[in-house]
């Protein structure tokens, strides 16, 4: 499979940010990242400006590269692997990303972005933490999902 980079400059693949069904779907790849760069661009824009404030790798889908994350981001459009569907998820509407930080604790990484909003006017929305992590949260994940669109940065950034 070709892996494609989505912008010159940025270092995303269009595979970490669509699911494999999307990609056998497409009838050519390049319509997978116009239909992502019309409607997604705060989601492109915001992972990679994420990707570099932190200096780490962060990982979205891995599925392309044998990695076990594969709707981590736009979802299949029908359910998978016996997993609960959210039909009306941000996933669904190609807004949202579950977010994987190495060498990062998505504590600090929420913290960060909770204390300084207006570095990220392309997050509108993250999941609480407290109700996700995987040490203390309810549902032990260990992933932030972002909700990103352009919201003025005088407009706090809602914990959903």
Request: with cysteine; glycine share 4%.
């Amino acid at each position: 499979m070709e892996l494609i980079k989505i912008k010159p400059k940025g270092n995303f693949y269009i595979q970490e940010f669509v699911s494999p069904w999307w990609m056998d779907t497409a009838k050519n790849i390049y319509h997978v990242i116009a239909g992502m760069n019309l409607n997604a661009d705060a989601m492109v824009e915001g992972t990679q400006y994420m990707r570099d404030k932190f200096a780490v790798p962060i990982t979205i889908n891995n599925w392309h590269s044998k990695g076990v994350y594969s709707e981590s981001c736009l979802r299949t459009p029908h359910p998978v692997s016996n997993q609960i569907f959210a039909w009306f998820s941000g996933h669904m509407f190609w807004n949202c990303a579950d977010m994987k930080f190495k060498n990062l604790s998505i504590d600090t990484v929420f913290d960060y972005i909770m204390a300084f909003p207006n570095e990220f006017p392309f997050i509108i929305a993250v999941e609480d933490i407290n109700l996700t992590r995987s040490k203390y949260g309810k549902l032990g994940r260990d992933w932030l999902h972002v909700h990103f669109g352009w919201r003025k940065l005088e407009t706090s950034i809602r914990v959903i």
